[in-house]
């Protein structure tokens, strides 16, 4: 009989524990945490940066010849905010560049990865175009 008060208080006692759980599993774990980003494409996170750094990074073949020209370009983005892939949409007519923008977007570029609806991160899409000019 002991045994059997003993197993009834601790299932009402785990019963009621649920109870509560379930009357606030409509709050977030971590109350302080930032909200889940909404569903969308990848986001650019400090473009200032590696922008600079693949426009820098100009080809010394196209030095040599004085190529310059803009790029643009459509990266795909995987789920840990990395470049995967980058296809060139239009080139600058300088192999040299086209190669080297791509390049600089796998090696530099950095992304908040797209969103699903669920809130998990996805392979996404993000388009641009650098313009490579010679220094002066």
């Known amino acids: 009989?002991?045994?059997?008060?003993?197993?009834?208080?601790?299932?009402?006692?785990?019963?009621?524990?649920?109870?509560?759980?379930?009357?606030?599993?409509?709050?977030?774990?971590?109350?302080?945490?930032?909200?889940?980003?909404?569903?969308?494409?990848?986001?650019?996170?400090?473009?200032?940066?590696?922008?600079?750094?693949?426009?820098?990074?100009?080809?010394?073949?196209?030095l040599r010849t004085e190529a310059s020209g803009r790029v643009a370009f459509t990266t795909t983005v995987a789920a840990n905010g990395r470049v995967s892939d980058c296809r060139v949409t239009e080139s600058s007519g300088h192999a040299d560049l086209d190669e080297a923008a791509c390049r600089g977007m796998r090696l530099y570029a950095r992304f908040d990865p797209a969103i699903d609806d669920d809130g998990n991160p996805i392979e996404g899409e993000w388009s641009s175009a650098v313009r490579y000019t010679l220094p002066e």
Not at 21 to 49: C, M, Q, S, V, W
């Open 1 to 62: 009989q002991a045994v059997n008060r003993c197993l009834a208080t601790v299932r009402a006692e785990l019963a009621a524990a649920e109870r509560e759980r379930a009357r606030y599993a409509h709050l977030p774990t971590d109350p302080f945490a930032p909200p889940p980003l909404p569903p969308g494409d990848p986001k650019p996170r400090d473009i200032n940066i590696w922008a600079g750094r693949i426009q820098m990074d100009y080809p010394s073949s196209a």
